[in-house]
């Protein structure tokens, strides 16, 4: 089988799960200001001065922040591969507010907020540029569906007024 052909694939066991992103930052304490200082992640560990770990709840790390290749860098321009976003899953609408309010707080400027159906979700970017991602799913019963029972996903204007009136 070619790497492009796919008809013979087997899916990937369903309890995997992707556990960290690491990023090249150009300003690690830079960096470590908006990850725990906005968005309220722990510092876990710092590896000298040119890496962190930080996470949420205790675990080893979520997010790994390093300059190894990158101390003083510029982002990549756009039109370039790269990472699109780095997704973070909150728990439930009331922890997405407080994420948005932290946001407000800290005048951090959204690139879009929308509703997918099956999750709403914040777009920004980090002080590298790199895209956030901040988000939250719905339950799998309120996922909106096809005649068929396919998922029927969309990008509808996320009603921001509304999630900060959140009470979950």
């Keep these: 089988m070619s790497p492009l052909d796919m008809s013979n694939s087997r899916p990937i066991h369903p309890g995997t799960r992707i556990g960290h992103v690491h990023l090249k930052v150009a300003d690690l304490d830079r960096a470590l200001g908006f990850y725990c200082g906005v968005l309220g992640f722990q510092l876990m560990q710092k590896y000298g001065a040119q890496a962190a770990f930080v996470s ?17 860098a510029t982002p990549p321009p756009p039109g370039h591969t790269g ?30 907020a929308s509703d997918h159906g ?20 719905r339950p799998e019963a309120e996922w909106p569906r096809t005649p068929d029972g396919g998922l029927a996903m969309h990008t509808r204007p996320l009603d ?7 009470k979950d």
Excluded: C, F
Excluded at 59 to 71: D, I, P
Excluded at 94 to 104: E, F, G, H, P, S
Excluded at 118 to 137: C, F, I, K, Q, T
């Design 118 to 137: 099956v999750s709403e979700a914040l777009y920004l970017r980090d002080p590298d540029e790199n895209g956030v991602e901040l988000y939250r799913d």
């Design 56 to 72: 949420a709840g205790g675990y080893h790390h979520h997010l790994g922040l390093n300059t190894w290749e990158s101390l003083g």
């Design 160 to 166: 921001l007024a509304g999630l900060l009136a959140a």
């Design 83 to 112: 990472l699109y976003h780095t997704a973070i899953l909150y728990p439930n609408r009331a922890a997405l507010a407080d994420a948005l309010r932290r946001l407000q707080a800290a005048k951090i400027q959204l690139d879009g």
